[in-house]
């Protein structure tokens, strides 16, 4: 998605005025992409006469460019259509707090279970109950008890020979009596919806009154995910939802259209296999990710959360006053590289998402040992003035890097390509602040 929106941006960034043909061609391509990126048809096209109406009656703000305008537009109304932020869980009158998880199989119920649990009992110093209700699939109880041994939670399960229904009641029986003010229970999935499926599910939601109904959808799966979260939601009355493996979507479709179609808010994501991935769903974070802007705000609160904090601010600060240099780019790797796999980090900075398209190779930790290479070669007044490093110095930096040359120019046209996208999103950061808007 993020490709062929950005060319199209890069067209009608720098220009000083937008015509009504170039609206046209914008939201022209903005559908394409939508498209591509497996939105729902009815979804994109109710937004692409949003974003008209509104492109092309707009007033000139003195702060941004008619082409920022347009931008702006078109990621305001993306996050609109992906509903406010909503990451809160509920809570019962009276505990334990049940919370059901929904899914077709391979989904990431299990996984999840253990990352939601992991959440609330970190971030909210809560002291869940895991449920293993899932006795189809053979490996389910174990899946369940080994997460739970990781994670030093208790888990609940009555074997496979156990019915679901009453597994989820003995469960709830247990947690008062043991105080668990959470109770989470992993229920079973099917390849496809099926009535027996869901008859099970309805008799475990009409014993156990659960407080909130996460249906769990692979971000993968695009617009087979939002059918799914339609179906589950007509017959369960889901109350959010929560997207898996957006680590390996590059598309976002699915994000885009649940929430349009089903109402109901996609509350986290899913970011990776281990525990601690679940993220928060930022609806504008993820618009601006779609629209390949990066997501500095999310890299800022990873980075505070494995770097220490005056470091992130630094960097923030330095991202927003341009005087971003090669050696916060090499410090920023080294931070990088404790922070995880690299390429959600990379989506997240400005402008890497098409430096990643340019390269046209899986950015992987060889690569940055290259990069390290590149930037360790240079001078350190090169580092600071990029735009020194002429034809010779090249050869110099790529013969003492072990790289070719054509390798160093690469990585110096990612760095002012970046440099680039900072600042335009600073500018637009300032727009907005001028107007006393809320970033
Ligand atoms: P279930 O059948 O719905 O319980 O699904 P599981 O929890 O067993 O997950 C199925 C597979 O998806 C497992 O291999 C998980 O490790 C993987 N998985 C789950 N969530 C994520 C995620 O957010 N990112 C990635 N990359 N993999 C995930
Ligand atoms: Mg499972």
Redesign the pocket.
């Known amino acids: 998605l993020a490709d062929r929106l950005q060319s199209t941006i890069q067209k009608i960034r720098g220009r000083g005025k937008v015509t009504e043909q170039d609206v046209k061609e914008m939201t022209r391509e903005v559908r394409l992409a939508l498209l591509e990126a497996d939105v729902n048809f009815k979804v994109v096209k109710q937004l692409i006469n949003k974003i008209k109406e509104r492109a092309i009656g707009q007033e000139v703000m003195e702060s941004l460019t008619p082409g920022q305008q347009v931008i702006k537009v078109v990621q305001e109304e993306l996050t609109q259509l992906m509903g406010g932020e909503q990451s809160k869980i509920a809570t019962a009158e009276r505990p334990p707090t049940v919370i059901m998880m929904v ?10 279970t253990g990352k939601l649990a992991n959440h609330l009992r970190k971030k909210h110093n809560r002291n869940p109950l895991l449920v293993a209700a ?1 006795v189809y ?1 053979p490996a ?1 109880i174990d ?1 369940l008890e080994t997460l739970g041994k990781q994670l030093s939670l208790p888990v609940f399960s009555m074997g496979t020979e156990a019915n679901p229904v009453d597994i989820a009641n003995e469960a709830i029986k247990k947690a008062k009596e043991e105080h668990h003010d959470y109770v989470i229970i ?1 229920t079973a ?1 099917r390849l496809h919806v099926d009535e027996k499926l869901m008859d099970e599910l309805t008799q475990i939601k009409t014993d156990v009154k659960p407080a909130e109904i996460f249906l ?1 959808v692979d971000a993968m799966t695009g617009q087979d995910a939002v059918n799914v979260a339609e179906s589950f939601d007509s017959q369960l009355d889901i109350s959010g939802v929560v997207l ?5 979507d590059t598309r976002g479709g699915a994000a885009l259209s649940i929430r349009a179609v089903t109402g109901k808010p996609i509350k986290f994501v ?4 281990r525990t601690d ?1 679940l993220e928060a769903f930022h609806p504008e974070r993820m618009a601006s990710r779609i629209l390949g802007m990066g997501d500095v705000l999310s890299l800022i609160e990873k980075a505070q959360e494995n770097v220490d904090e005056k470091q992130a601010r630094d960097l923030e600060e330095k991202m927003r006053s341009m005087s971003f240099t090669f050696d916060d780019f090499l410090e920023q790797m080294s931070q990088v590289k404790k922070m995880g796999p690299l390429d959600d980090l990379l989506d997240m900075l400005p402008g890497a998402g098409k430096m990643k398209g340019m390269k046209n190779v899986q950015l992987d930790e060889k690569q940055l040992v290259y990069v390290e290479a590149i930037i360790q070669s240079m001078t350190r007044k090169e580092r600071q003035e990029p735009s020194l490093i002429n034809a010779s110095r090249k050869k110099r930096i790529a013969k003492g890097s072990g790289r070719s040359v054509s390798e160093v120019n690469r990585l110096l046209k990612q760095f002012e390509d970046m440099k680039k996208m900072m600042k335009q999103m600073t500018n637009m950061q300032k727009g907005k602040k001028k107007r006393g808007m809320k970033f």
Do not use: S
């Open positions: 899914g077709l199989q391979g989904a990431g119920k299990t996984t999840t899932d699939r389910a899946q992993d999935g769990v898996t493996k957006l680590d390996g899913g970011m990776g296999e991935q």
